[in-house]
């Protein structure tokens, strides 16, 4: 297993002058019931603030207000409404789905209309109740669709998906799963490990206690959303990495003035650490360095 480092941040560039939002990625969150809205306006400011170009939340319309006074930059769509959902998935770059979704009979109609429309060029990040419905569904997991399906479950939706106990979880027995799934498997835990088709493993060496709030993990799905909209271009794996590197490496500089660091500090942080990054990216290619 190889640590990621700091190099990985690489692909944070300067943007072009002549460009507009169409070219920073169109992004779709789905998720949030009526209990957990909360999950997906995160997920979804998280991703307005990590620089992706449109974003839309498919939600409980119970949230719709929530949503539009903390993150105005972000479209609504009201996420039983398959029409409307399937309108702004056509052309979306990188799907978020799962965060707060909740696991009854509705989340279940969500994800199956979700799997028969994505295509084969999008990103689908599957996450929280997404995971824990998949592993009690196996109808579902048995029709997984073709597309660049990213998962992020902590170690007990993981456990619930793979079927390996927490204490069993190694880099070889996470591998055999993975391999089955035939996706990235981004296992979140203190240094969390990423399994990724057809490369060696990596493991995140930052991150810590300070990081354990409810939220934490919403808010990494819209980063990455946010990040394979801009950045995969190039390179899909290296912008997977940068994302999850991202929002641990925000959380250890705050947490130097702060017990613990809360995901929306995390999201408040994001555009100041990537103008950061893209500034010494751009003064490196440069030779300025
Ligand atoms: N503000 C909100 O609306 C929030 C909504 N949330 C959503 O709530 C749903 C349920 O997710 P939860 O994760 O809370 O509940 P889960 O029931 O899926 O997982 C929590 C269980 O897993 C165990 N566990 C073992 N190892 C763990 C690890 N490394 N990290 C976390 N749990 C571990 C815990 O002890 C607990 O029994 C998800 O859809 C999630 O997105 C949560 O993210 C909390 C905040
Ligand atoms: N002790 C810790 N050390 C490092 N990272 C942590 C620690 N506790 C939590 N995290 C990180 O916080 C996130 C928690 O994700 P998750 O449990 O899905 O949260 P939620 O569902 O509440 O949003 C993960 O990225 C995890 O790696
Ligand atoms: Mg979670």
Not at 88 to 98: D, N
Not at 162 to 191: C, D, F, M, P, Y
Not at 242 to 256: K, N
Request: glycine letters at 8%.
């Amino acid at each position: 297993m190889k640590d990621l480092d700091t190099n990985v941040l690489s692909v944070i560039s300067p943007r072009p002058a002549e460009s507009y939002k169409g070219n920073y990625g169109r992004v779709l969150t789905i998720g949030g019931n009526e209990n957990f809205g909360g999950a997906i306006i995160m997920s979804t400011s998280a991703a307005v603030h990590a620089g992706a170009g449109l974003v839309t939340c498919a939600t409980a319309p119970a949230n719709l207000t929530a949503l539009h006074s903390t993150v105005p930059e972000a479209m609504f769509v009201d996420y039983t409404d398959n029409e409307a959902v399937n309108n702004v998935l056509k052309s979306t770059t990188a799907i978020v789905l799962g965060p707060g979704l909740g696991t009854d009979e509705t989340s279940k109609k969500i994800i199956a209309n979700v799997f028969a429309n994505v295509s084969e060029e999008q990103y689908l990040i599957i996450d929280g109740s997404a995971i824990t419905l998949l592993a009690q569904e196996k109808d579902l997991q048995a029709n997984l669709p073709q597309a660049h399906i990213i998962f992020t479950p902590h170690e007990m939706e993981w456990q619930r998906l793979s079927g390996i106990k927490i204490a069993q979880q190694t880099e070889t027995a996470n591998r055999v799963q993975q391999e089955k799934l035939g996706a990235t498997v981004i296992l979140k835990k203190h240094h969390t490990e990423i399994y990724a088709p057809n490369a060696e493993t990596f493991r995140l060496p930052l991150g810590g206690p300070y990081m354990s709030t409810g939220g934490m993990g919403d808010t990494l799905t819209g980063i990455i959303a946010a990040f394979m909209g801009q950045f995969a271009k190039t390179n899909p794996q290296k912008a997977l990495q940068a994302a999850v590197y991202t929002h641990s490496a925000i959380a250890d500089q705050l947490s130097e003035n702060a017990y613990v660091v809360l995901p929306t500090d995390i999201i408040g942080h994001l555009q100041k650490f990537m103008q950061e990054h893209s500034h010494e990216n751009y003064r490196t290619k440069i030779g300025f360095n």
